[in-house]
């Protein structure tokens, strides 16, 4: 019978898991949300798979366990973002949970919801201040880059000219990724980066992009992307122009970026557990209003390398072993 992998492990490499041992109402002052049954989830857009994903998840999960959930995009745009927390705060949310427009610029936002006693549950990507979200629950980015990065260099067979695309730079996730990448990357010294733009996350830029790169860089041999959005733009941009031997990576774990690697045109990805990722967020917001607070704010989540190897257990950012 299949099972979801990482179970056990997931509650060891996490940072503070999120019921190994709980805070109870009496102990710590919980805010108790604005007094209705909504939940509120706010995420980038939904024309990425991986955000309608979070969507998708927090809408089930939410109404087994009895709440309205209502879904809104801020498009990374964080007066946007700030607009929807100000409705949220308004239609008396219970919670909101909040895949978030910046680091630095999401913190108005989820101030003013703390201000006004509703909890935030932040997934995916963290900001930059700690003692206003309730939890800030992420995929350990810095160990899935390194993981999928020595996929990478042994298949580029440790030498040759590399691209890289950068996702959004706001975004704490762009660095830390890119950071983890050239730690294994950059210990090999025949490995070359020739060429270092941003994407921002997205398909069509990263086709564009990539367009540019072959063109400019026609001996480059390998594209690192911070992203399987800006990786599968790439794969194409590629395809098109009569490149399959570039050697391509991503992070996420999506089903467009299985295909290209079972199909051969990718290497890898590293699966961000973003189901169970945003599973435990609504699971953790649905205990807090119940009197129960997370141990830790901010929590891992391992990733997992997939390559043409395990790719097969992948469906749905949902990773199974037999």
């Known amino acids: 019978m299949a099972k979801k992998l990482l179970a056990g492990l997931m509650v060891t490499a996490m940072v503070g898991c999120a019921f190994s041992g709980s805070v109870m109402a009496e102990e710590a002052e919980l805010l108790p949300g604005g007094g209705s049954n909504i939940i509120y989830c706010i995420t980038p857009s939904t024309s990425n798979v991986y955000f309608k994903t979070v969507q998708d998840i927090a809408t089930a999960k939410g109404e087994e366990l009895g709440y309205e959930v209502k879904c809104f995009s801020h498009d990374d745009d964080a007066a946007t973002q700030l607009e929807m927390f100000e409705a949220a705060i308004a239609d008396g949310a219970a919670a909101i949970i909040c895949d978030n427009a ?20 932040l997934v995916d990507r963290e900001i930059n201040e700690s003692g206003i979200a309730v939890a800030q629950l992420v995929a350990d980015n810095a160990q899935g880059a390194a993981a999928i990065a020595e996929a990478w260099v042994e298949a580029m067979n440790y030498e040759g000219q590399y691209a ?10 762009c660095q830390v990724r ?8 950059d210990e090999y010294p025949d490995l070359e980066m020739v060429a270092q733009q941003s994407a921002n996350w997205d ?3 990263a086709y564009e992009k990539t367009e540019s790169i072959l063109q400019a860089n026609p001996e480059i041999t390998g594209i690192i992307c911070g992203n399987d959005t800006m990786a599968c733009g790439a794969v194409q941009a590629c395809l098109d122009a009569g490149r399959d031997d570039i050697k391509i990576i991503g992070v996420d774990g999506s089903d467009d970026a299985a295909a290209y ?3 051969g045109n990718m290497v890898g990805t590293a699966l961000q557990q973003i189901a169970l990722i945003t599973e435990m967020a609504v699971e953790q917001a649905d ?8 141990e830790s704010e901010k929590q891992l989540i391992p990733c997992v390398a997939i390559t043409a190897d395990n790719v097969d257990n992948l469906s749905g950012f949902v990773y199974t072993e037999e």
């Open 102 to 121: 910046g680091a630095d610029a999401t913190v108005e936002a989820v101030q003013k919801a703390y201000d006004a006693g509703i909890p935030t549950f």
């Open 178 to 185: 890119s950071d983890n990448f050239h730690s294994v990357i």
């Open 261 to 263: 690697i079972k199909s």
């Open 287 to 294: 205990a807090y209003l119940n009197g129960t607070a997370p």
């Open 164 to 173: 890289e695309l950068l996702g959004l730079e706001t975004d704490t996730n």
């Open 203 to 205: 398909q069509t830029e």
